[in-house]
């Protein structure tokens, strides 16, 4: 399980995370959406202890990410694509991660089948395509068999074949009773996805639901995402003159 | 400690860099090396133990930019890539990351640097076989203390490289940076005039040269293994300036 408790970052003057407070539980897949600058990925960012908070905390399953003994083990998370060194090929990019964890190298080959990469998993990095970082990515976040799962935007750049993919294996792991948590901008792949929503706005909490009440409200999910992210959008368009 | 240590060394030996670096460091020391030999052959008068040595040792210039630079992609690569932000999420604590690729990037510089300056030297001595000027036997003491002082002078170059890395995170800034510490005090330390040797005892590039990597060092400097031991002094001072700065930034 996941909890955040007034989580608060600021940058500047700018306030990126505004008094977040939430759980995500195990056993669903929870979408995390908002749109583009609402904060998701400082948030993510900050359940890892890799940004600190101003104000509040992340725990996960009650203690902080930073005092996990082995994080590997209690929680995997896709950040973006881009998180390894392009002269580094698969198998040694996971192979250093599992080491740093004390998990058997066998562990490295089971998350190469399983996200499709044992084949080319000697090649550096660098010279993979985008679907091919981001089932690298998947991999790293599967490979200590973690009960948290947190993926930032891991269908962005994948083609229809591979959003599929990653939707069956998200709801395959929450199946298993393992949190999971995946944020969004896209409304319509997160209610194929997820079953649980937190949608956030410049910061700040907008709703908690699920994706079956924002159905029988709007009259359609984007409708909804619209009616909630409309007072919490930076940016507005208009139509073409 | 030990894991973290792992994933560092992994890291280190799984991208070619590493190794185009530590090669081209040996590689330019020992044809340094047979360079300063091969031109002192057919020299007139003939040249002296302490030339062929004290000249034969100074690839180092260049090789401890390439171990400096080895230092600071160990930890500015990760920056540039994203790659520290799955480091940090596998290791946490941070300074138990810095520590692992002081202990794992100084370790594989003190053994290049070794294996440099012995290749320096010995590339020295065979390029005179046959002639008339007197081998540098390393059975001399003084002669083996400045060749292993050589190689513990470039792995604290490395360290220096790591810290520079840790406070700077961009590889261009750090290496810049790195270079201008190595030849800007040097030049500096000219401008004092007679004065200059006061200041230029605690220049890098100058104990390098007239200190540790010469049989007898030069008078108004520190000894050699003075010298080094303040190399690897500067090597700690960055090292855990990077260590505070760690603490506070985000990844």
Redesign the interface.
């Known amino acids: 399980m996941i909890e955040l408790r007034d989580l608060t970052k600021r940058y500047g003057r700018q306030v990126a995370v505004d008094g977040l407070s939430f759980r995500v539980q195990p056993g669903v897949v929870t979408g995390f959406l908002g749109p583009n600058g609402s904060g998701k990925s400082t948030t993510m ?1 900050m359940i ?5 908070p101003d104000h509040g905390q992340a725990l996960i399953n009650g203690v902080r ?2 005092d ?1 003994p082995r ?2 083990t209690a ?1 995997g ?1 896709l ?2 694509a ?8 698969a198998r ?2 996971l ?3 599992a ?4 998990l058997p190298g066998s562990r490295v080959e089971q998350v190469l089948r399983t996200v499709g990469l044992s084949d080319v998993a000697g090649r550096r990095a660098g010279t993979y395509s985008l679907g091919m970082r981001q089932r690298l990515g998947v991999a ?1 976040a599967l490979l200590g068999d973690p009960g948290v799962l947190l993926l930032d935007e891991p269908v962005n750049g994948l083609d229809p074949e591979g959003i599929r993919w990653i939707r069956d294996l998200l709801r395959g792991l929450a199946a298993e009773g393992r949190t999971v948590f995946v944020s969004s901008h896209l409304i319509a792949e997160m209610a194929l996805t997820a079953d649980r929503l937190i949608v956030i706005g410049r910061g700040r909490l907008l709703a908690e639901t699920t994706v079956a009440e924002l159905a029988a409200v709007d009259d359609s999910l984007e409708d909804a995402f619209f009616r909630l992210t409309a007072s919490a959008t930076d940016y507005h368009g208009t139509e073409a003159a | 400690m030990k894991n973290a240590t792992r994933m560092e060394w992994i890291k280190l030996r799984s991208v070619r860099s590493t190794w185009w670096l530590a090669i081209a460091s040996v590689v330019a020391m020992a044809a340094t090396g047979v360079g300063v030999g091969l031109g002192y052959r057919s020299h007139t008068p003939v040249a002296t133990a302490a030339q062929i040595f004290n000249n034969s040792l100074s690839g180092a210039i260049l090789a401890q930019l390439l171990l400096g630079a080895i230092g600071v992609l160990v930890v500015t690569s990760e920056y540039g890539t994203g790659m520290i932000r799955s480091t940090f999420a596998a290791v946490p604590r941070r300074r138990t990351v810095l520590a692992a690729k002081v202990i794992v990037g100084g370790g594989a510089a003190l053994l290049t640097g070794m294996t440099a300056s012995f290749a320096g030297y010995l590339g020295g001595q065979l390029a005179i076989t046959g002639t008339a000027i007197p081998s540098a036997p390393l059975s001399d003491a003084a002669n083996l203390r400045a060749v292993v002082l050589t190689g513990v002078y470039l792995a604290a170059t490395a360290l220096i490289g790591v810290g520079i890395g840790t406070v700077v995170r961009h590889s261009g800034a750090a290496i810049g940076i790195l270079f201008g510490l190595m030849f800007v005090p040097t030049i500096a330390a000219g401008l004092f005039g007679e004065s200059g040797i006061a200041v230029g005892r605690f220049v890098p590039l100058l104990m390098l040269l007239n200190a540790i990597a010469v049989t007898t060092p030069t008078p108004g400097l520190f000894s050699g293994p003075v010298s080094t031991l303040l190399m690897c002094g500067y090597a700690l001072a960055l090292v855990l300036f990077g260590a505070v700065l760690l603490r506070r930034r985000d990844a």
């Open positions: 960012r890892l202890g890799l940004d600190a990410y930073a996990l994080p590997l929680v998370a950040l973006d881009g998180a390894f060194h392009p002269g580094r090929s040694a990019h192979s250093a991660l080491a740093s964890n004390d790293v």
